[in-house]
């Protein structure tokens, strides 16, 4: 039988870090931000000890840096990390796509994938995920969208059946939108940037047009670093932020 309090102190654990790491995808705690163990057990009133481990943890996923004097703080991702994320992701989401093709044999003869397609179930829920983070997506509203954003790649990249790559790339994409989050809001026009080609993937897959998806990816990827670059012209920095998308 496994130990209670181990049980506990792993679910505290795991809790501790989700919710950090949804403060540091909706902005609330921006790059460069500072905090103790101390501090974070007080503000959930928890012992020490699974704060510690959260924060491990999410150093060890690259959102925080560990200093032995000061604690740990929010790391400040530049836009050449950006830009190599991007490209980073690019090249992994290719050799997916392909992949994937393979695993859904006799899609291209059921677009509308009925029961005896395999893994409908699978695609269905992709799909809801999909018109959710595409409607965020068109009606400007960031904070709605990163969640269903993440969600929808992480149960696309299920589809794919290797883990690590599925790891992989939703933790580029958590950084993507660590990295984005205090420019977009911080930018009034921050709607004309968010991507809505959710739904236009999942078509794609769902035919088995491995060629149609890589290009829909290829072209998010472009608008990316058109964002990217769109930084560099007008010089900004997040406010708060001590360094610097659509993810």
């Not at 992701?89 to 291209?108: M, N, Q, S, V, W």
């Not at 921050?190 to 897959?205: M, Q, Y």
């Not at 060629?211 to 007008?234: C, E, F, M, P």
Request: net charge neutral; charged share 25%.
């Amino acid at each position: 039988m496994p130990d209670s309090a181990a049980v506990t102190r792993h679910t505290l654990r795991q809790q501790i870090a989700d919710a950090l790491r949804d403060e540091i995808l909706a902005g609330r705690l921006l790059p460069g931000r500072e905090f103790t163990v101390r501090t974070i057990a007080e503000q959930y009133g928890v012992s020490a000890t699974p704060v510690r481990e959260a924060l491990v943890d999410l150093s060890a996923q690259g959102l925080l840096d560990s200093d032995q004097h000061k604690g740990f703080r929010v790391h400040s991702f530049s836009l050449a990390d950006f830009r190599e994320m991007v490209e980073a992701r690019g090249l992994l989401e290719d050799g997916f796509f392909r992949k994937l093709e393979l695993t859904l044999p006799g899609a291209a003869d059921c677009p509308v994938l009925g029961p005896a397609a395999p893994k409908a179930g699978a695609l269905v829920s992709v799909r809801r995920r999909a018109q959710e983070a595409a409607r965020a997506a068109r009606a400007g509203d960031v904070a709605i969208l990163i969640g269903y954003d993440l969600r929808f790649w992480r149960e696309l990249g299920g589809l794919g059946d290797n883990r690590y790559v599925s790891e992989f790339l939703d933790r580029m994409r958590v950084k993507s939108w660590v990295f984005a989050v205090p420019f977009l809001r911080d930018d009034a026009q921050a709607h004309r940037w968010l991507w809505s080609g959710h739904e236009e993937v999942v078509a794609a897959v769902a035919a088995g047009d491995a060629g149609r998806s890589r290009t829909l990816i290829g072209q998010y990827n472009d608008h990316l670093l058109k964002w990217a670059d769109s930084l560099v012209k007008s010089s900004a920095e997040p406010k708060g932020a001590s360094a610097g998308g659509t993810a």
